[in-house]
């Protein structure tokens, strides 16, 4: 077998195993392979990779740990090329921002600049099923919450709205980007409880954005839809600020 020829990474404050992993990524990348391709034997890797047995064991719990490699026992068994899944990558990058303190203007600095182009692309391209789908995710938060329950409810809803539309995305970074900004905002949305007290203001708000942006959208109007989600964001950023402080202010005096 021709030796490998992917060099070790030079960072020594990698442990040798992390090192080792990174080359067989590397490794994988050159030679194409695709989620579902058998990699080589331990054998085969441990003379690849010039390195000891317990190292390639290493780094393949490594990889297999970070979603990349599947290793299944039995006839037919080995170690397969993996596709991390969405919500995988949504976790590991979510544990990343875990102690980084973010606030709402840091999210919304991105959701900003992000959304409104995208809702720009997607006017007149959309199915009437994915238009559909928005309008009836609107109806969940048709009325006013009843209960700080129900407006906990409402807020997650009404950011699924946008995961909708980031899902019609053809561009999977933008996508994947605008779906884990709202899946974080959620996130700090239900941890700070940032939807207690229950404000009014940016339920009708908000709605009222959301409905006039799904009109935009069905009548292929990109400049109103840019138009109308940068409004959206702006108000909805100043709101949850609000919100944000009077987090603040019941934590301070309790």
């Given at each position: 077998?021709?030796?490998?020829?992917?060099?070790?990474?030079?960072?020594?404050?990698?442990?040798?195993?992390?090192?080792?992993?990174?080359?067989?990524?590397?490794?994988?990348?050159?030679?194409?392979?695709?989620?579902?391709?058998?990699?080589?034997?331990?054998?085969?890797?441990?003379?690849?990779?010039?390195?000891?047995?317990?190292?390639?064991?290493?780094?393949?719990?490594?990889?297999?740990?970070?979603?990349?490699?599947?290793?299944?026992?039995?006839?037919?068994?080995?170690?397969?090329?993996?596709?991390?899944?969405?919500?995988?990558?949504?976790?590991?990058?979510?544990?990343?921002?875990?102690?980084?303190?973010?606030?709402?203007?840091?999210?919304?600095?991105?959701?900003?600049?992000?959304?409104?182009?995208?809702?720009?692309?997607?006017?007149?391209?959309?199915?009437?099923?994915a238009l559909g789908e928005l309008e009836d995710n609107i109806a969940i938060y048709s009325e006013p919450a009843r209960?700080?329950?129900?407006?906990?409810?409402?807020?997650?809803?009404?950011?699924?709205?946008?995961?909708?539309?980031?899902?019609?995305?053809?561009?999977?970074?933008?996508?994947?980007?605008?779906?884990?900004?709202?899946?974080?905002?959620?996130?700090?949305?239900?941890?700070?409880?940032?939807?207690?007290?229950?404000?009014?203001?940016?339920?009708?708000?908000?709605?009222?954005?959301?409905?006039?942006?799904?009109?935009?959208?069905?009548?292929?109007?990109?400049?109103?839809?840019?138009?109308?989600?940068?409004?959206?964001?702006?108000?909805?950023?100043?709101?949850?600020?609000?919100?944000?402080?009077?987090?603040?202010?019941?934590?301070?005096?309790?």
């Open positions: 077998m021709p030796p490998a020829t992917t060099r070790l990474r030079d960072e020594p404050k990698q442990s040798r195993p992390v090192q080792v992993a990174e080359a067989i990524k590397d490794w994988v990348v050159e030679q194409g392979l695709q989620a579902g391709d058998r990699l080589p034997s331990e054998p085969e890797l441990i003379e690849r990779f010039g390195m000891a047995k317990g190292t390639i064991r290493e780094a393949m719990r490594i990889l297999e740990a970070q979603g990349l490699i599947k290793t299944r026992t039995g006839p037919g068994g080995g170690s397969f090329v993996h596709e991390v899944s969405k919500e995988r990558a949504r976790a590991l990058l979510g544990n990343y921002f875990y102690f980084k303190n973010l606030t709402i203007a840091d999210i919304y600095q991105l959701r900003r600049a992000l959304e409104p182009e995208l809702v720009a692309s997607l006017a007149g391209k959309l199915s009437e099923e209960t700080l329950e129900e407006e906990r409810e409402h807020h997650i809803a009404s950011l699924r709205f946008h995961a909708l539309l980031a899902a019609q995305s053809e561009n999977a970074l933008l996508a994947f980007l605008i779906d884990f900004m709202v899946n974080m905002l959620g996130d700090l949305t239900v941890y700070r409880r940032l939807y207690s007290p229950p404000n009014i203001e940016l339920w009708s708000k908000g709605r009222d954005y959301q409905q006039r942006l799904v009109m935009a959208l069905r009548e292929g109007d990109s400049g109103a839809a840019r138009a109308i989600m940068r409004a959206h964001m702006q108000t909805a950023q100043e709101l949850m600020e609000g919100q944000e402080a009077e987090m603040l202010r019941r934590f301070i005096s309790e």
